[in-house]
C-alpha cells in the first residue's frame, strides 16, 4: 500500500492529467467523479487567478483570460492553500506566452497587479508625522535612514507605459493613447485600497534604494534637489514614513 504522503503526492499529479491517481476508490463512476473534481479545481484556480488580475483580464477579455489561466494553472499548481498569494509567476509567464505576444506590456500590467495585491496584504503601521521627521533628521541628513511603510512597493517598466495602460483599464476610466515612454510607480495601501501613483522612474530608484536601508545621501546622490524634496513630500503626504534612524560610519546604521 503506499504511504499517506504518496498518496498525496499521486493525488495532486492527477489534477493536471488525465490518469487517475493510484489507489483512489470511490461509489459509482470512479473517472466521472475524478474528473468533476479537477475541472472544479481548475475553474477555481482560474477564477482567483481572474481576482488577483482583474485588468490583465479586462484587457485581453474573457474567453482569452480563461484559456492563459487554465495553461497557467496546469503549469503552476499553486503551493500554498492561502489562494491570495496565488500566481506570482504569472507576469513572468505571460513574457513567455507566445499568444500574448502581440501585447508587450501585458506581464507589466501584471506586475503592477501583483504590487498592489502585496499591498494590500501587507502588515500595517502608524505613519510618522512631519515635524517628527524635522525634529529626528538632524543636522546630517544624509546619514538618515528611513523605515518606508510595509505596504511599499516600487514598479519600473523598462520599456512600456504599464502605469497609464493599467490606470486607462479601471471601471470608469477613459480610453486614451498611452505615451511613448516607460512609467514607473509606486504602490502602496491607502485605507481600504491599494493605490497606485505614478511618478518619475528615478524618483521610483530613489525610493527603491531607500526601502534597502540606503542613507538619504547615498539614494540621493544622482538625483536633482528638486526631484529629491519631491519624493519625501510624496513618502510624508501618503504617510509612508514610518521611522527615521541615523547610518554609522561604514554603512551601518542605529
Not at 504522503?5 to 491517481?21: I, V
Not at 481548475?42 to 474573457?62: N, T
Not at 524635522?134 to 514598479?155: C, E, K, M, N, Y
Request: hydrophobic content about 45%; proline content about 8%.
Amino acid at each position: 500500500m503506499p504511504s499517506h504522503l504518496d498518496t498525496q503526492t499521486a493525488f495532486r499529479a492527477a489534477l493536471n492529467h488525465s490518469d487517475l491517481p493510484p489507489g483512489i476508490t470511490a461509489v459509482g463512476d470512479l473517472d466521472r467523479r475524478f474528473s468533476v473534481y479537477r475541472n472544479t479545481v481548475a475553474h477555481s484556480l482560474s477564477e482567483a487567478l481572474g481576482q488577483r488580475f482583474p485588468v490583465v483580464a479586462r484587457i485581453v477579455g474573457d474567453a482569452f483570460f480563461k484559456a492563459v489561466a487554465r495553461v497557467f494553472v496546469t503549469a503552476h499548481p499553486p503551493r500554498s492553500p492561502v489562494l491570495h498569494t496565488y500566481g506570482d509567476a504569472f507576469p513572468d509567464f505571460l513574457a513567455n506566452f507566445p499568444p500574448a505576444a502581440t501585447l508587450p506590456y501585458l506581464p507589466d500590467v501584471a506586475r503592477i497587479e501583483l504590487l498592489r495585491g502585496e499591498a494590500y496584504h501587507a502588515a500595517d503601521a502608524d505613519p510618522m508625522a512631519a515635524q517628527d521627521f524635522a525634529a529626528q533628521i538632524g543636522a546630517d541628513p544624509d546619514r538618515a535612514v528611513l523605515t518606508l511603510h510595509p505596504s511599499v512597493r516600487v514598479f519600473v517598466s523598462d520599456s512600456h507605459a504599464a502605469v497609464s495602460i493599467w490606470a486607462m483599464n479601471q471601471p470608469g476610466a477613459t480610453a486614451a493613447r498611452p505615451p511613448s515612454e516607460a512609467e514607473a510607480a509606486l504602490v502602496f495601501r491607502q485605507g481600504d485600497n491599494a493605490a497606485v501613483l505614478k511618478v518619475d522612474p528615478d524618483a521610483a530608484r530613489i525610493v527603491g534604494a531607500l526601502m534597502r536601508a540606503a542613507p538619504l545621501g547615498v539614494a540621493c546622490a544622482e538625483a536633482a534637489p528638486d526631484l529629491a524634496a519631491s519624493v519625501f513630500s510624496t513618502l510624508l503626504q501618503h504617510g509612508l514614513i514610518i521611522g527615521l534612524s541615523q547610518a554609522k560610519e561604514g554603512g551601518t546604521h542605529d
